[in-house]
T-cell receptor, first 114, second 117 residues
Framework: ETGVTQSPTHLIKTRGQQVTLRCSSQ?????VSWYQQALGQGPQFIFQ???????GRGNFPPRFSGLQFPNYSSELNVNALELDDSALYLC?????????????FGPGTRLTVT | AQTVTQSQPEMSVQEAETVTLSCTYD???????LFWYKQPPSRQMILVIR??????QNATENRFSVNFQKAAKSFSLKISDSQLGDTAMYFC??????????????FGQGTTLQVKP
């Protein structure tokens, strides 16, 4: 069984640029959620994708967008980067509705915006 | 709004001893799930234990157990026989599987646990 993987591990971008983060779900999972974790804080829900459609969104502006592909992998895109976007971005996959809403996390992508 | 509160930013325990991490939550829902996640310094979040709100029996996973008090909206984690590998940040999390919601997790602020040799 393959776990959740994310790429890249680290990324440095300049304010105003755009970035794409990638996530591969755990095998057999059909749902992907993205979270933003500021240093020393708990993760904050960005959005979730279920069967390739957005299914719930947190309090994040539209410049945060995503995709889910037929193989259930996913991308998080952030446009017009701001300094406050610097954080650890976590991807989590789950099997809905079977798995009691347990989410399995990837190692994260550390994004630094300068 | 649904919230999760962890009031202990940092805790420490001696190896082999027992420690309890606290968590309270606020919701008007009756059906929900609670989780404890562990995030070691390597940063990958790992699920430790799960509790379904409709179950009165407290969940247990080896050295990890919870004290779930639904009326008090309290969900504490007890770690017995603490090991050095338990050193990590621990997050309490809540999900309400309501209509159209396939699992937005709401996290607390986290408790950093240091296990000392």
């Amino acid at each position: 069984e393959t776990g959740v993987t994310q790429s890249p591990t680290h990324l440095i971008k300049t304010r105003g640029q755009q970035v794409t983060l990638r996530c591969s779900s755990q095998s057999g999972h059909n749902t992907v959620s993205w979270y933003q974790q500021a240093l020393g804080q708990g993760p904050q829900f960005i959005f979730q994708y279920y069967r390739e459609e957005e299914n719930g969104r947190g309090n994040f502006p539209p410049r945060f967008s995503g995709l889910q592909f037929p193989n259930y992998s996913s991308e998080l895109n952030v446009n017009a980067l701001e300094l406050d976007d610097s954080a650890l971005y976590l991807c989590a996959s789950s099997l809905v509705p079977d798995s009691y809403y347990e989410q399995y996390f990837g190692p994260g992508t550390r994004l630094t915006v300068t | 709004a649904q919230t999760v509160t962890q009031s202990q930013p940092e805790m420490s325990v001696q190896e082999a001893e027992t420690v309890t991490l606290s968590c309270t939550y606020d919701t008007s829902e009756n059906n929900y799930y609670l989780f404890w996640y562990k995030q070691p310094p390597s940063r990958q979040m790992i699920l430790v234990i799960r509790q379904e709100a409709y179950k009165q029996q407290n969940a247990t996973e080896n050295r990890f157990s919870v004290n779930f008090q639904k009326a008090a909206k309290s969900f504490s984690l007890k770690i017995s026989d603490s090991q050095l590998g338990d050193t990590a940040m621990y997050f309490c999390a809540f999900v309400n599987p309501g209509s159209g919601n396939t699992g937005k997790l709401i996290f607390g602020q986290g408790t950093t646990l240091q296990v000392k040799p």
